[in-house]
């Protein structure tokens, strides 16, 4: 009777990593989200519908582009953390939710470095200061210059409290001596609308975003962060050729793919590779640059290697701000 017991127990453990290999093998059976921090309209939704349709032509299945925006992107990420380790519930980030936000709130519902894994950096994109066109500046320096002598005229927006443009604010007015204002949005599309119509002053904002509008004569861009110039808006300047090499004008970070921490290597790896072959498209890669993205698609390895060497760098310029949230 134990050895019928036993045999029994063999069996059903068999059968049910048998049937967990199988789902795998199968994966994608149904349609898969990915889950988006902020509205339609930014950058990050356009690269989630970009990705959305390379990946359903490549895994037979639809991909859906899912907007929860709010609170810092703490919605969307917290969602996706908690979601069944399926493969079936994707989180497209921005830097700030997955780093920053272990500084900026003490109460962070989530932990990116335990409930998360990397799937690929998908694009890296360029950051420009832009300024309405009403603004007496030409270039970074003369926009300091006007925001010093205008105490609380000049309001920057953010995509919200605590990313990179906050940040950006707050060292400014720290730096500089300077009074402005901080006014969260909820993604870069409703901020560039004000920033246009001159509810907003500046912002630093993505080039796929804004330069559109720059085209357009209806916001002029001042300078872009990062080690070298846009490849969209080659006439202007990096801060640090303007003089401003702090490392809050020279960081940049990835648009990443992730999933649930649990989710099993063999689904991260096929979505890893997929991601990587629709990066590689050329009509794929034309589209992306063109909107002032440089086009990546890495590995799973690879993209939590730079996750983990950006860590601390980006942890760094959260505490030196002193921003909390709560």
């Known amino acids: 009777m134990k050895t019928s017991v036993l045999s029994a127990a063999l069996w059903a453990a068999t059968a049910l990593g048998g049937g967990a290999a199988l789902a795998q093998d199968r994966y994608p059976s149904r349609p898969v989200r990915i889950v988006v921090q902020y509205q339609a309209g930014g950058s990050t939704d356009t690269v989630a519908r970009i990705l959305a349709e390379g990946l359903a032509r490549r895994l037979g299945q639809p991909v859906v582009v899912d907007n929860r ?60 200061m832009a300024v309405n066109p009403a603004v007496p500046a030409r270039d970074f320096k003369s926009l300091v210059e006007a925001v010093r002598q205008s105490p609380g005229k000049y309001a920057m927006g953010s995509w919200g409290a605590g990313t990179q443009p906050h940040q950006v604010q707050v060292f400014m007015d720290k730096a500089y001596g300077l009074q402005s204002l901080h006014v969260a949005y909820k993604g870069e599309g409703p901020m560039s609308i004000d920033l246009i119509s001159g509810v907003i002053q500046m912002t630093l904002g993505s080039a796929a975003t804004l330069k559109p509008f720059i085209d357009a004569g209806k916001l002029r861009a001042l300078a872009v962060a990062g080690p070298a110039r846009s490849n969209v808006l080659p006439d202007v300047p990096t801060f640090a050729e303007q003089g401003y090499r702090e490392a809050v004008y020279a960081i940049t970070g990835s648009i990443s793919l992730m999933v649930p921490a649990r989710t099993p290597d063999a689904i991260v790896e096929r979505l890893g590779r997929e991601v990587g072959a629709v990066m590689r498209e050329p009509p794929v890669r034309q589209r992306v640059q063109a909107l002032g993205l440089e086009p990546r698609g890495n590995t799973p390895a690879e993209a939590g290697a730079a996750y983990a060497a950006f860590l601390p760098v980006a942890l760094d310029l959260a505490r030196s701000t002193g921003v909390t949230l709560d």
């Open 69 to 128: 925006s709010g609170a810092g992107g703490i919605i969307a990420t917290e969602h996706v953390a908690k979601s069944a380790p399926d493969g079936y519930t994707l989180l497209l980030t921005v830097p700030g939710p997955i780093t920053a936000n272990l500084v900026l709130y003490r109460k962070l519902p989530y932990d990116p470095r335990t409930e998360l894994r990397m799937v690929s950096d998908v694009v890296t994109p360029s950051m420009v």
